[in-house]
Nanobody
């Protein structure tokens, strides 16, 4: 069964860290570039970071230097390590297999000031 399963998010204080994970079926993970998006209340969904199958990465300017996307090929899992979190990072985070309709269920991340 094709699916993307995300970890639980949480509440963290500003300046704190959190790691999100998304496990995909092998048929997705091995053939598609993977991305993390987020959607804050009242805003459009935005791309946060992406990683190609080969491991090249890109980041949105707002998170560059604070967030890191990585993959564990043995676990078919993509991670988003978030450091120095800010209240404006509060959003629902989604993983996605790029150019497909495969999305995770969404993870609520709340950063308190």
């Amino acid at each position: 069964q094709v699916q993307l399963v995300e970890s639980v998010g949480g509440l963290v204080q500003a300046g704190g860290s959190l790691r999100l994970s998304c496990t995909a079926s092998a048929s997705i993970f091995n053939f598609y570039n993977m991305a993390w998006y987020r959607q804050a209340p009242g805003k459009q969904r935005e791309l946060v970071a992406d990683s190609t199958v080969a491991g090249s990465t890109k980041y949105a300017a707002s998170v560059n230097g604070r967030f890191a996307i990585s993959k564990d090929n043995t676990k078919n899992t993509v991670y988003l390590e978030m450091n120095n979190l800010k209240p404006e990072d509060t959003a629902v985070y989604y993983c996605n297999a790029i150019s497909t309709a495969y999305w995770g269920q969404g993870i609520q991340v709340t950063v308190s000031s």
